[in-house]
């Protein structure tokens, strides 16, 4: 949120615009490394967005016409866009009971054209990286990370971004790092991968005096919007440990209200989770979302209540029940690091009142 920071940010834009210091200069490097050392992989690469983050990645893997690449359907049009502008297929399988690519539904849609399984790390979960990554190597798949919404969340103490060949993250202003704006990263720990997205994120140039070496995008992380991510960074730690009080709060006072199907804890050892999101299940979603609107608490169905394979205007896909009774039935609650506890426990009362009634 902006007040918070106000006085950091200010000063990082007056600084910044004073320098005339736009595009790739310094406050994107020190931001690549300072994203790189948070995450504990060797690179990270500012790009525009998550969505050309992940088009920059399947372009430099050579993943294309006639590929097929396995990913959830319960994720942002994005993941899948990305593939369709490169020319490859979204194959889409079914998510668990956590709302993420279920690892046992991946084998089911595997063919000899699938490249790649890209699970999403959805609400600020990683996924099971472990089984996904057996399945990948069964079937002698690429495995890359929509990690739009995994910046922080952990499996096994290891990053969501950092198990794949390549992760992507998302600044879009309303991620648990928000810019002011538009912005994303790439993570990767292949150098010959990294100098690769950072020639296709610059006109195929390498950025040492101007020459071209291939054909590329124009997909650069700002420098005003990485100056601005530079001081959203310092303060993620005691960011991410807001959202998991508020997580927590939220399963703390709702555990026991019949007919509600909350999020797992993720602070089991296993998962540690961040809550990008708090994305719970109630068996009347509808009246739920109605009653808590009318007590001025606004409730948000993620995707705007349905799956990618949903969008008619996308052409038609397999039918995914085990998606579409999670979409029919899900809503995110508030949450973001400027409620307060008061505020956490009005959603609660409120939530138990509609139980109640
Ligand atoms: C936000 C999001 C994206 C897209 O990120 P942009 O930076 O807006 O391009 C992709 N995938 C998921 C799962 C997201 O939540």
Redesign the pocket.
């Known amino acids: 949120m902006f007040g918070q920071h106000r006085d950091e940010l200010l000063s990082s834009f007056l600084r910044v615009a004073e320098s005339g210091a736009f595009i790739l200069q310094e406050d994107v490097t020190l931001f690549e490394e300072g994203l790189a050392t948070f995450c504990g992989v060797n690179h990270a690469i500012g790009v525009g967005?998550?969505?050309?983050g992940l088009e920059l990645i399947f372009r430099a893997l050579g993943i294309g016409p006639g590929d097929e690449v396995v990913l959830p359907s319960h994720?942002?049009v994005?993941?899948a866009a990305a593939l369709v502008h490169v020319g490859a297929t979204p194959v889409f399988a079914e998510i668990g009971p956590d709302h993420l690519l279920d690892p046992g539904a991946i084998t089911a849609v595997v063919t000899d054209r699938t490249r790649a399984v890209m699970p999403?790390q959805?609400n600020g979960r990683t996924a099971d990286m472990d089984a996904i990554g057996a399945i990948a190597e069964e079937h002698g798949l690429i495995v890359l990370e929509?990690s739009?919404?995994g910046l922080g969340s952990r499996f096994n103490g290891r990053m969501a971004g950092t198990f794949a060949a390549a992760g992507v993250y998302?600044?879009?202003p309303a991620?648990t790092l928000g810019a002011l704006g538009?912005a994303?990263a790439i993570v990767t720990d292949d150098s010959e991968l990294n100098e690769s997205l950072r020639r296709w994120r610059d006109h195929g140039r390498d950025g040492h005096g101007g020459g071209v070496n291939q054909w590329g995008r124009n997909s650069r992380l700002d420098n005003l919007q990485a100056a601005f991510l530079r001081v959203k960074l310092a303060h993620l730690g005691e960011d991410i440990a807001r959202r998991r009080e508020i997580g927590h709060r939220y399963i703390d006072g709702l555990r026991d209200v019949e007919g509600l199907v909350l999020p797992p804890r993720g602070d089991d050892g296993t998962h540690y989770d961040v809550f990008q999101n708090f994305e719970m299940e109630a068996d009347d979603r509808d009246g739920l979302s109605d009653h808590l609107s009318q007590v001025g608490v606004g409730t948000i169905r993620q995707w705007g209540g349905q799956a990618v394979h949903e969008f008619e205007g996308l052409g038609a896909f397999p039918p995914m029940p085990r998606t579409e009774g999670v979409m029919r039935r899900s809503l995110l609650l508030p949450l973001n690091t400027s409620l307060s506890d008061d505020q956490v426990d009005y959603v609660i009362e409120a939530v138990r009142r509609f139980a109640h009634s």
């Open positions: 967005n998550a969505t050309d994720t942002f994005a993941s999403t959805l929509d739009a919404q998302s600044f879009y991620k538009d994303g």
